[in-house]
């Protein structure tokens, strides 16, 4: 004890936790109005080719939904990876992801992102849970409500400083109630965007994934309100299901995840140029 005791005035010993002390966990987060590092594009290195911004749900402290044996932020992220890489394959598209790594990312950021990249389409990647109701299977396919849709418009108009732009519209110098139509007008086109997108994943994914009974769904979900992004949240199945878990996290289960949305992404383009 003598010696211990020497070694602690020295510095040198680490300190004995005494029972019943309350101990907090600190978790440094970004400063508000910090800048946002933006990922790196990759694919074709021409700027008019079209982009889509990949977003692997959670990461960092935020496992997400949890399995047995499974997280969500982990398969998530080998979602989106294998859907970059098939894109890069095929080629003609450039591609940016959220997270490459295990980061937290809070969710304005995810949507910030999409928008300082001047993203094409943003597409949310992650697998839900059901609690103790494990035979729950399948995925579901989310755009933003209606209603949250008009919601979000109004509030990003009121919110926005003088050098934010939509859809290239700059809204400096114009009135509260101008500027809540120019978003909401912009924010409905990128709605039926994304609800053919959304439509698009559905119709090739049919006989090669898993979709749950009620597939297509709307929410008010934050990282679905970029009002001049077409952006759609994919729920690619339940990690509280072990058949689900095992075929999201398997090499052929991934890559069938990524031929089908490839397969979208690339018609959802092609429609768009035609337009």
Do not use: C, W
């Not at 209603?147 to 732009?165: C, L």
């Not at 924010?187 to 006989?207: C, D, N, P």
């Not at 949240?233 to 072990?242: K, M």
């Amino acid at each position: 004890m003598a010696l211990i005791g020497g070694l602690y005035l020295l510095g040198l010993a680490l300190p004995v936790p005494h029972l019943g002390r309350d101990y907090v966990i600190r978790m440094p987060l970004p400063a508000a109005g910090a800048a946002i590092g933006l990922p790196p594009i990759e694919g074709p290195t021409d700027p008019t080719r079209p982009l889509v911004v990949i977003d692997a749900g959670h990461g960092g402290h935020d496992p997400g939904a949890v399995g047995e044996g499974f997280r969500e932020k982990t398969l998530a992220l080998g979602l989106v990876r294998a859907l970059r890489d098939r894109l890069l394959r095929d080629g003609g598209v450039r591609v940016a992801l959220t997270r490459d790594d295990d980061r937290f990312l809070v969710l304005e950021e995810r949507v910030a992102i999409a928008r300082a990249l001047g993203a094409d389409l943003f597409l949310s990647v992650h697998a839900d849970s059901a609690g103790e109701k494990n035979e729950v299977s399948g995925a579901s396919v989310y755009t933003l409500s209606e209603r949250a849709s008009s919601e979000a418009a109004a509030r990003f108009a009121a919110r926005e400083n003088s050098a934010d732009q939509v859809n290239g519209v700059p809204l400096a110098g114009r009135s509260a109630n101008v500027n809540s139509i120019l978003v909401e007008l912009s924010q409905r086109r990128s709605s039926e965007g994304s609800a053919g997108f959304a439509s698009l994943i559905l119709r090739e994914g049919e006989g090669v994934l898993r979709f749950h009974p009620q597939a297509r769904r709307a929410a008010s979900l934050a990282v679905l309100r970029a009002p001049d992004v077409p952006s759609v949240l994919y729920e690619a199945g339940f990690v509280t299901n072990p058949e689900d878990a095992d075929r999201l996290a398997s090499p052929e289960g991934r890559e069938r995840f990524a031929t089908v949305m490839a397969r979208a992404i690339r018609i959802h383009f092609a429609r768009q140029t035609g337009a």
